[in-house]
């Protein structure tokens, strides 16, 4: 496993005023499985209340990741939530903050979380998403870095970065080889907050279903279909696809412009506003965070 | 011409119970002109009952695109079949036994279906696809390597290899170019049959129209167009484009993924299994193949 | 800036029948400002009838691209047209005759040309397409080298260079990456006049509007709200999207298939036709342009 060494820390001070929700690690992925063999699983996120990409569900994450080395019993997971409105938001701006996270390593915990995205496309099982809520910044990216997605009709996605000043690391370069560099530059210049039926027009998630129940079916039935098939074959095909990622290059250089950006001081200062007009984890401000990032850093006045 | 080298000889032995069609390599292939200067001909597959990609479809064809090397005349080749329900199944799974096919060479014949797979890339000719049936397999990688398809509403189009524990090699790399790695990881590792209307969608195939017909029109007045044009820009558009198609490389480690997967014990009995109950031909399993292959595989007591 | 040495001169002699609109350069890209900052920045292409993209909007567009570097004022730039029916057509082909443009040195300005379309990948400046009329050859490599591209009910796109016997060399390979290689071949090969409601079906455009008017509102948000986003954003989202455009090496072999199929006696011959037939800038010529070369060309008694 590699660990991007990154050297971030955003020098601005803040007053953390959100309640911490301590070292539940547990309880944050839910596992359960899909087929009789549970060959398939189903990894449920769970960290009320947005769901926010915390050092929890970094860790938690992690932890999951790592297991799934070197063993041939587990064919296929499906990464869904356990919250109606969120399948996942953004990474918790305080790993940027001169403070950071309570008795951890900010720096460690945002080395973790880019292996895990580098986890997910060379971790030799299939790893599906299933959307049925928001999906914003962290939670996107961790999408566009699963060999599929699958959406209900509640799902959104965005990424909100391009209005804080800063990429969409580790999944810019996934988009754009998904849909294409034209669509791909729009919604992430525009910080776009996409639907699920565009968003499956368009090709950034693979379908759309017309309910809750009809998406989970559908995911099932996919899940437990590869799960049959023999764990070479899968992995072969992983092999071949991940032949046409991304070059790791690109995802580095990826890295240095957002950390040359999260460096910028004004870059700085809208992280800092917006962690304190959302308290982190307000779910009102969250459900629109893309235009309510706009709103506040660019169209109220201050 | 490039001929690859494969040493795969599954070592199985099976009992050969259905009928041997013979060396009529002449009929395989039935050439008609689309225009008056017959710069573009249309080549219909001819090997009942179900298409099957077998040895003398593979001698017809290699024959065929050979004949196109180092010539003017022909600009263009429309591909399809006389067979209502079968553009082209897949290849005669005889070729990977020990027995293989009574007089041939089954290592030849599978080098040359690799060449004819890389003379659709690399003659200078424009190769379109009209489909109104399935194309499974090997009729489904001939397809994705030719320079455009068009399908009718009939068409299906699938890859079993993941369900038997091979790759799609010649077809997976492309398709992912086509489509995208999520839906290509999609199609390829549940082994779907994807419908007409479904790969006009998600853009396996170039568009679907609604009739027969209308599908063989369109593709008449396509051929007929592009026939008109010099043929040094027909040839230079044809290798701009071939400058984004997966590199060599990538095809070459595909099939070495395929020859390590079908020298698994596990694999070659899938093949040996699926010979027995299809009768390699039979219509009924053929038609839906790829899901017969699961259920007689992994669902039906042995 | 890079200046491609082109040494293209075609040998053939032709009457000048047509109107020259003389050195107007200052009235041929009309500028205005979408927001109060104009930091976006709205474009308007008007050298009518056609839009004829001749030596003037060549050396206009080269001028406006160049006062584009090394500034941090401009953020976003659409480029529309004021010609309800073209946004923009060809290039003016009498810079590939021994004639040339009176007063112009013909090989400078198709090097600039070349360099126009390199500048629009290489600026740190977001370009959008909004197009509601016809975007034939020049006009549609241009906007195929922006970074997205919007469409209202009368758009139109195509290349007639296959039936010419050229490339839409600086288009073709975007297109590739766009739409991928199928329906690439498809348009490229078959010169293909392409609605607008196809065009946003396969992605060659962002999407289709369904008046001028949503078109225009469309693209002044989408533009607006871009440019409310620290400058570093956009130009570390542009540099990263560009990692995957196609490589600088496809262009400039492009470039030489251009330039050997141009110098070939019936391809130059071609380019004469036309010329004459359409007096270059006929509205009824160009209106169908792709089909009235094929039929000028090819279908009618000479």
């Not at 109606?84 to 701006?93: K, R």
């Not at 305080?94 to 979380?113: Q, S, V």
């Not at 999408?143 to 999944?171: K, N, S, T, Y």
């Not at 969250?286 to 850093?297: A, G």
């Amino acid at each position: 496993m590699t660990v991007f060494k990154t050297h971030l820390k955003i020098s601005f001070f803040l007053s953390l005023t959100y309640f911490w929700p301590g070292f539940v690690e547990a309880q944050i992925l839910k596992q359960s499985c899909i087929n009789e063999a549970c060959s398939a699983k189903r990894v449920t996120i769970s960290n009320p209340p947005v769901n926010l990409w915390d050092a929890n569900v970094i860790a938690a994450f992690n932890e999951f990741l790592v297991s799934l080395q070197d063993q041939n019993e587990t064919k296929v997971v499906v990464f869904d939530s356990d919250n109606s409105d969120f399948w996942a938001s953004t990474l918790d701006f305080n790993l940027f903050t001169k403070l950071g996270i309570p008795g951890r390593n900010g720096t460690t915990l945002i080395d973790t979380y880019f292996a895990n995205l580098d986890l997910l496309l060379s971790t030799p099982v299939i790893f599906i998403g299933e959307i049925n809520g928001r999906a914003w910044g962290a939670g996107d990216e961790h999408l566009l870095r699963m060999d599929m997605r699958f959406a209900g009709p509640e799902a959104q996605f965005g990424a909100p970065e391009a209005a804080v000043g800063v990429i969409h690391v580790g999944g810019l370069q996934q988009l754009v080889k998904l849909i294409g560099s034209g669509r791909a530059a729009e919604y992430m210049l525009a910080a776009a907050q996409v639907s699920a039926s565009e968003a499956a027009r368009v090709g950034w998630v693979n379908s759309v279903h017309p309910t809750g129940n009809a998406l989970r079916k559908h995911v099932n039935d996919i899940a437990a279909r590869i799960a049959l098939f023999p764990i070479e074959a899968l992995q072969a095909t992983k092999a071949s696809i991940a032949e046409q990622a991304p070059p790791r290059a690109a995802f580095e250089n990826d890295l240095a412009r957002f950390n040359q950006l999260a460096a910028l001081p004004q870059i700085a200062a809208n992280l800092g506003t917006i962690l304190q007009v959302s308290k982190n984890e307000s779910k009102s401000f969250e459900e629109n965070l893309n235009n309510n990032i706009v709103k506040r850093l660019y169209q109220e006045p201050n």
